[in-house]
């Protein structure tokens, strides 16, 4: 079973650890550098971002999170303001800049049926709450999806990072298709 690190700071950790441990992965709760020992995938779950890089500020784990992915290679999954910590602006691990609340403030929240590239079995329901999008992307960024012309799924390297909410729904094909990085990568 691979050993999933969920940063849990802030924000919706729990329940990527429900989906997860449903997908028969050993799950670890992340909150000091120590548990990002041993790991061989992470996940970065919604939340509010500036609450959330605050948090990594005091815990010390900016460095720590920037050795684990962009120097040891351990896939990661950011979903939501995951993504946006994955932007050059926060922790500079993918090459992209994220919209903070593109689609609004909460009242705009919404779900949709999404096409994403990687994925079989037809749409995914994806739910946003105050989400980004991602704004700026170099040339190494797939972009997986897109809402109005608006890229919300992209993959660099062993990196995923979605703006929605997949952990929300009954559909674990983000997970999966996370987890086949993970496995690939042993």
């Known amino acids: 079973m691979p050993v999933i690190g969920v940063l849990a700071l802030q924000g919706g950790f729990e329940a ?44 010390g784990l900016r460095e720590p999170l920037r050795e684990l992915v962009a120097t040891r290679g351990v896939p990661v999954l950011g979903s939501c303001a995951g993504l946006i910590m994955l932007d050059r602006e926060h ?15 909460q009242s705009r929240s919404f779900e949709t049926d999404l096409d994403m590239r990687g994925l079989d079995g037809g749409p995914l329901r994806a739910v946003f709450i105050r989400a980004p999008w991602i704004a700026e992307h170099g040339a190494g960024v797939e972009i997986l ?15 995923l990072a979605v703006a929605f909410h997949s952990e929300l ?3 674990d094909r983000v997970h999966r298709l996370f987890l086949d990085a993970v496995a690939a990568r042993a």
């Open 16 to 59: 990527h650890e429900r989906v997860l441990r449903g997908l028969d992965a050993d799950v670890r709760e992340v909150r000091a550098p120590a548990d990002l020992d041993s790991l061989n995938g992470l996940v970065i779950p919604g939340g509010e971002s500036t609450t959330m890089t605050l948090g990594i500020e005091r815990e």
């Open 169 to 171: 729904t009954d559909d």
């Open 91 to 105: 922790l500079d691990l993918m090459e992209m800049r994220a919209q903070r609340n593109a689609f609004g403030r």
């Open 145 to 159: 999806a897109e809402v109005d012309g608006h890229p919300v799924a992209a993959r660099q390297d062993g990196m």
